[in-house]
């Protein structure tokens, strides 16, 4: 039995909150339209330690994961998570201050013998964009609209956790008919690892 995973939709972000107390929670959840494309990489070093002439133990290190992101259009109030403050008058000016976030979106997989589709939802619940890239091109007989690239890192979260208490960096989830009545709920808050199930 084959599957495929394709697309990509429901691109979302969520800011990190601090209360007076040093408690951290998310945000209101913010949808953004007009994703075109996301590569997710991962890099983790092996250290090996010799002994007896061999191997004698491999090390796994961090893993330090990162994820580009293609737009159509960033709004004004997202632009402020990658480098940009929002002026009175409406302009957008460079100030090198990246706020930490949380972002998601969705892809879907396909069974390729039966035709049927799911959709797994995605989240990095500590990420720093860069300031995004972008070409432009004068119009001619066909108009090309640009693409604007986003570069994050992702980092452990400082408060989500999984059910082993451990802090997390990276995790999805699978619709199904099971979870659906949850999953669903995630456009109106951050989904996370020990997030009950309503049935």
Known sequence: M???VHGNRNFGYAPINVDEQGNYSFGEVTMLS???SSSM????????IYADDKTYCMIKGAKARSIE?????????YAQYLGFKLNENGMLTDTGNFPNHCLFFESEEEDCDTGESTVTLH??????GG???KETATDEEEVEAQEITINYNAMDSAFVVDDDGEFVQYGYITRTDENATTYDTFKQAVLLPTTEISM
Request: net charge negative.
């Open 69 to 77: 992101v293609n737009l159509r259009y960033i709004p004004s109030d």
């Open 123 to 128: 989240y990095l619940y500590n990420v720093k």
């Open 131 to 133: 300031e995004p890239s």
């Open 2 to 4: 084959g599957r495929i």
């Open 41 to 48: 990489e991962v890099e983790q070093e092996d250290t090996s």
């Open 34 to 36: 007009g994703m075109v």
